[in-house]
């Protein structure tokens, strides 16, 4: 596995629709190690292949349960709303107020090509949602309600 380099806002490889995976060959399997590995790094909670430079339709996710891989994912069914900070691994340093639905159900391939179904609520809920947006050409950014701000991780042991 190796760190791969997360393109930002502004590389015209996150506005492209990703193709579907046809099959999960040792190419794929390195992608998808990549991603993790680079979304860890980050301290990020998910991740989309675009966001390192290849269009494929994958997405990793971990908001503490442990990694989900979705291949070819679709979201099936949404329902309620939430409101809340959101931002990007790339956007750096940036966050804005999105609106999203509170429960998600998806559909995606796992790494044995076989059909499964994931259910979101909260911040599982939007991260389905921001990164499936990826995999369409599509940044958070448009979604934010008002103005993108700064924000710093560094003293955030102080602020609790």
Known sequence: MALRTIRTEGDSV???VCRPVEKIDKRT???VGDMLETMYDACGVG?????????KRIVVI????GPLVLVNPEILMTSG???GEEGCLSVPGMSGQVTRPNYVKV???DMDMKEQ???GEGLLARAFCHEIDHLDGKMYTRLVEGELHHVSYDNEEEED
């Open 117 to 119: 179904e994931y259910e």
């Open 29 to 31: 399997k390195d992608l």
């Open 62 to 65: 971990d908001i503490g349960d």
């Open 107 to 109: 559909k995606a391939l």
């Open 14 to 16: 996150l506005e492209k």
């Open 81 to 83: 709303e939430q409101t």
């Open 47 to 55: 991740l989309a292949a675009p966001q390192v430079g290849v269009l």
